[in-house]
């Protein structure tokens, strides 16, 4: 089953992981930053549903909880259906 981003299935999906994010105060999967929950859908730090494998190449993944991370809007929107940046790693020293 295909869905778009405008069937109420979706919706309910998005929201309902939203609330399941914002429970835990959980980052965006890849800055590491914290996500304004709370703020207008599309500021660039407010919370966007990222899915791991692309939401139009794997249409079959759209509603499956393990395809989906919390991000910024601003780094889905960088991302778009490419891979994630690595993440920066360790330092080489304290500072």
Request: with cysteine.
């Amino acid at each position: 089953m295909s869905v778009s981003r405008s069937d109420r299935i979706y919706i309910d999906f998005v929201a309902t992981m939203k609330a399941e994010y914002a429970a835990i105060d959980a980052p965006c999967w890849m800055d590491g930053q914290p996500i304004d929950y709370a703020g207008d859908p599309g500021q660039p730090n407010s919370f966007d549903l990222d899915h791991v494998k692309g939401f139009k190449a794997h249409p079959d993944l759209r509603l499956e909880r393990s395809n989906v991370r919390p991000s910024h809007a601003r780094c889905n929107r960088s991302r778009q259906d490419g891979d994630p940046r690595p993440p920066l790693g360790q330092t080489s020293e304290a500072w």
